[in-house]
T-cell receptor, first 112, second 114 residues
Framework: GEDVEQSLFLSVREGDSSVINCTYT??????LYWYKQEPGAGLQLLTY?????DMKQDQRLTVLLNKKDKHLSLRIADTQTGDSAIYFC????????????FGRGTQLTVWP | DAGVIQSPRHEVTEMGQEVTLRCKPI?????LFWYRQTMMRGLELLIY????????DSGMPEDRFSAKMPNASFSTLKIQPSEPRDSAVYFC????????????FGSGTQLSVL
């Protein structure tokens, strides 16, 4: 089943902000992650948030967590063409220690 | 550390041949994961190990797939016989839960079965 859901595509203009959204079903999730995959490369960890936090900021990246709605978002400020990639949401469930559950990924395209 | 190292980067083979993919996890990591990525299915977990022991292999497609981890620094994923539908990118990842809670991926092996 689709335990972690993301929209598949997002297009933005260079310089604008991007917001990538993710919803999940398991409220026991302890850590929630955002990974970035560039063409021909593996997944690179961008940032993560612990479930007792609502927000985490890291330079141009802002992660927001709404536990009530089981909603995670990644905001990229001043989006650049180099940010074009696939972004994966993933979570670590408290009930199944060991593996991450990944969404399908959101293809972000940044237009100059 | 050099990160998670996978080999080969690309593999082209003919249907029916045996394929072996290799992975060296980050030193000190005690969890190792094998994933497969396709356009149709996205990222699928095939199997994962903890301390060299397979914990969950429910994602392994069928008996043609097998994975081993003979020691803490090496793992293989074998497909025998290979089929065109096995064409995908195969990723290895490693971590040490209870440390910094991060999963690190290798660069992947692009497998094409003709």
């Amino acid at each position: 089943g689709e335990d972690v859901e993301q929209s598949l595509f997002l297009s933005v203009r260079e310089g604008d902000s991007s917001v990538i959204n993710c919803t999940y079903t398991d409220s026991s999730s302890t850590y929630l992650y955002w990974y970035k995959q560039e063409p021909g490369a593996g997944l690179q960890l961008l940032t993560y948030i612990f479930s007792n936090m609502d927000m985490k900021q890291d330079q141009r990246l802002t992660v927001l967590l709404n536990k009530k709605d089981k909603h995670l978002s990644l905001r990229i400020a001043d989006t650049q063409t180099g940010d074009s990639a696939i972004y994966f949401c993933a979570l670590l469930r408290g009930s199944t220690l060991g593996r991450l559950y990944f969404g399908r990924g959101t293809q972000l395209t940044v237009w100059p | 550390d050099a990160g998670v190292i996978q080999s080969p980067r690309h593999e082209v083979t003919e249907m029916g041949q045996e394929v072996t993919l290799r992975c060296k996890p980050i030193s000190g990591h005690d969890y190792l994961f094998w994933y497969r990525q396709t356009m149709m299915r996205g990222l699928e977990l095939l199997i994962y190990f903890n301390n060299n022991v397979p914990i969950d292999d429910s994602g392994m497609p069928e008996d043609r797939f097998s994975a081993k981890m003979p020691n803490a620094s090496f793992s293989t994923l074998k497909i025998q016989p290979s089929e065109p539908r096995d064409s995908a990118v195969y990723f290895c990842a490693s971590t040490s839960w209870g440390g910094d809670e991060k999963l690190f991926f290798g660069s992947g092996t692009q497998l094409s079965v003709l």
